[in-house]
């Protein structure tokens, strides 16, 4: 690792709960040592040196999908690298998807494919396949890479790392790391700016739900670029200010991009070329430009659109005002059922009247509640300014949002109840208790701040305590009245799953799992008896008071002793070629259920899967993705299957022969459906904040309400006659039933 006095350096500190971290262009900060953070010196940022021209002179790559099981594409990458490290670029920018899986084994062999004397110079960001099966909380990430955001200055540029993935999901969030983002960028002192993640923003891409507040946060700074990954194919757009390029995947060819700096009439330039290796390195490679990002000017002439939005029955008027260079004014209801994927949707194109440009879009179909409209301004050149307004649409729903209570981070775990008590962990590491009260109220109970929760908390059978995992490596179980700690259990690894308490003649069983590990807990935080579970799991064990069932990573379903934690016998839910494939096609985040017929169900991405207990035979599967969702077991027998794609169903859980079958919602992830036992109703709100009751009787699904914008991965909670909501806004609700 060199060193230039004349690279500008600054020192920063962590700062959020992803880790964003400054890194000096000295090499100075968390990560220098190796120790820290493992095999290598982690993001810690060499000094730049000058090309010949006097410029910036890098490389981009991503979703190099690297696979200790698949040695073409490991080939591929050493000859991409090789390439790379023989043009002697200033750095390489790596936007994430670095491995299949984010294994150590798939970073190890990743790492194996880069010559020693480029390694230090590589900085990465991770994409969803190192986070969305990652149970240990970015640790395995940090461990070989460093953090997961931070900054670098480099030849008179300010770079940024961006992490705006969520831990076991695959879309992505900034949330609370805004704030620290435009801290970072004021501290820039007005250099211009690129940012490289792994999700491309705006336009048709909807991965990152809150990508109108990033495009707000940034507004005010010199953002000139974004580098991006994802979606496997170059796609270049200009908007808001700044060019975005997203890459094609390294994994599927010998490609990288090539950026150079030239300076001409708009200053200085950076010039991005694709580069694809010969089909052997005897033939030469070839160079295509690509784009141009212009580093002192904005591209266009667009400027932040000024929109005003109000609801009619069954339409929505718009008024904005877009500038003189506008040319075209376009609006769309943002659609919120559209998770982590593509869109392009139909715009409506608004009418100039003055200066300003005027239309109404149809509001017919949408559910009462929380929406958002999307404006649009192209001028000439064909760039754009991307802005979103929030609306409200009237109706009548049969619900009616009581209260609210802003928790802070992202409530991604299921709400637990005892009583009239309602538990909520937060990201952030908050974990509230409130009282629910009548129809329409709730008193605070106690507020209690531990390590960051991803997963939700357990009850113990009398109420007593409640035990909160966490990724802090523990397990803490709080007074249910006071919030006091009653005991702290350290397991040694990120408590990525959620608790179940199970009941015995010599008092509670706890029973989680800590990434490889399951674990058996007295109620009084003794360890009973440990058990591996293969390659990691992160969904809930079941228990029929004889046996422990859990759902690993191997693509088993695994049964153990209760009483002394032996493996008894495990059950292979699907026969794909590979470790990659059995991980993600397996029961890996499956709430295992005990059904009353004794049988055990594990669901994964395919199918619901009943066992019998003694055995581990099959005895009956329904196709489908119920995995995310787990099944209720209803009052008259039957049990109600949610799949992923809002598909409700109830089967015999005798036979899995189908009662009925009809789609409820657009997409459930996580957040399951819940009975109200008081009228029978059966409550499901979609990943993207849709509430739809459902009559598991009659087999009618009613659309209730669009709840808020945020996306949301919490099974809610029925009290009395409140239905309790949390999502990844960070905001617990109470709702009137």
Known sequence: ??????????????????????????????????AAWGPWPGAAVGATTETDAGGLRFVVVTDTHANEEEAARLENLRRVFAAVDAEQPQFVLHCGDITDYGSDAGFAAYRDTIPPGLWDRVRHVPGNHEIRWDTSARERFQRWFGPTSYSFDAGGVHFMALDPTQALQEPGLFGDDLATLRDDLAEAAGIPSIMFLHYPLAGRNY??????????????????????????????????????????????????????????DQGRVLVVENVTLGATD???????????????????????????????????????????????????????????????????????????????????????????VQLRATDAQGVRRHETVPVAVDGSPRTRTAWELRVGGQLQGALAASGSTVVAGSTSGRVVAVDITGASSYRPRWTVDLGPVHRGAAFTTDGDLVVVPSADHRLTALDARTGVAAWTSDLGKPVMSTPLVVPAADGDRILVAAEDRLRCLDARGKTLWEADVPVRTAGRAASDGARVYVGAGDGRGYAYDLSSGAQLWSFLTNTRPDKYRQLIYGPWDDWVEVLSSGAVLFSTVTDAIAVDPVTGDELWRVPGSHMFAPAVALPDGGLLLTTEWGVVSVVDPATGA??????????????????????????????????????PTAGTVATDRQLFTANTFSTPVVVGRQLVVAAQDGVLRGLSI
Do not use: C, K
């Open 207 to 264: 991965f990152v739900n809150d990508t109108d507040e990033l495009l707000r946060t940034i507004e005010p700074f010199p953002v000139r670029g974004i580098f991006a990954g994802h979606i496997h194919r170059h796609e270049v757009d200009r908007f808001n200010g700044l060019t975005q390029v997203a890459s094609t995947a390294t994994r599927g060819g010998p490609f990288y991009l090539r950026v150079t700096e030239r300076r001409g």
């Open 282 to 372: 005897a033939e030469a490679a070839t160079a295509v430009l690509l784009t141009e990002i212009p580093l002192e000017v904005p591209p266009g002439g667009t400027v932040p659109i000024r929109g005003a939005v109000r609801a009619h029955p069954g339409r929505i008027d718009l008024t904005a005002v877009a500038g003189a260079a506008a040319v075209a004014v376009e609006a769309r209801v943002y659609p919120q059922s559209v998770f982590g994927t593509i869109d392009d949707g139909t715009w409506t194109p608004l009418e100039p009247r003055g200066s300003s440009w005027h239309g109404s879009l149809d509001a017919a179909a949408l559910a009462p509640g929380a929406h958002r």
């Open 1 to 34: 690792m060199s060193e230039d006095s004349s690279t500008e350096a600054r020192h920063r500190t962590p700062l959020s709960r992803r880790g964003f971290l400054g890194l000096s262009a000295l090499g100075l900060g968390v990560g220098l040592g190796g």
């Open 658 to 695: 189908v009662r009925w079958s009809t789609t409820a919602v657009p997409r459930v992830v996580n957040a399951g459906p819940v009975l109200d036992p008081g009228t029978g109703a059966v409550w499901l709100v979609s990943v993207g904040g849709l509430l739809a009751a459902i009559d």
